[in-house]
């Protein structure tokens, strides 16, 4: 018994290899913050991307003179993907909505999405004063709508994936109002 307890009082009093055990402990955790901290990063630059996307789109509508067409929406769409890198998870709405002074209601001139989204509907902006501007009567504005789901590309950081929606307005620059043409 004696044996037993020298060997035991050894063992327990012998701290080579402590650095291993505790490394071998760490080591997971090391490794899990190390991708998270990729992921994170990478989340930040989808919603960066994703937001400065919307704004570009914005910012191309709010220059045109001319009444835009379906063709320009399909292109619009088209540059949405490219600028997001991807070409799936993604929609694009752009709308020119209206505020009626008499009524006091936004309405919708128009409206196009791309993505599998719907074009909206005068009753979608019903409760949408928060939302929207103060505008003068009869007055316009354009509203860009986009939407990207980012997926996690480590499953070992057991994030939800990301649906990003952006929701930009901006008011005509060079013209009174954004036409459209459906027949163009």
Do not use: C
Not at 90 to 116: K, P, T
Not at 144 to 149: F, N, Q, R, S
């Amino acid at each position: 018994m004696s044996l037993l307890k020298r060997h035991i009082r050894r063992f327990a009093g012998d701290e080579s290899g402590v650095i291993t055990v505790e490394f071998l402990i760490l080591f997971p955790l090391l490794v899990w913050a190390y991708m998270a901290m990729f992921v994170f990063f990478d989340m930040l630059r989808a919603t960066a991307q994703h937001q400065k996307t919307a704004y570009v789109i914005s910012d191309m509508l709010s220059r045109e003179t001319a009444d835009i067409t379906p063709t320009y929406i399909d292109n619009s769409k088209k540059l949405f993907d490219f600028m997001m890198r991807v070409d799936r998870n993604n929609a694009l709405r752009v709308s020119s909505i209206g505020y009626n002074e008499e009524d006091e209601v936004y309405e919708i001139v128009w409206s196009q999405a791309r993505g599998g989204k719907q074009p909206l509907r005068n009753r979608d902006i019903r409760r949408w004063d928060d939302r929207l501007p103060v505008l003068a009567d009869l007055d316009e504005l354009i509203l860009v709508e986009t939407w990207y789901d980012y997926e996690i590309g480590f499953a070992q950081v057991e994030l939800d994936d990301l649906h990003l929606h952006s929701f930009v307005y901006t008011r005509p620059r060079f013209a009174a109002k954004l036409g459209f043409d459906a027949n163009g």
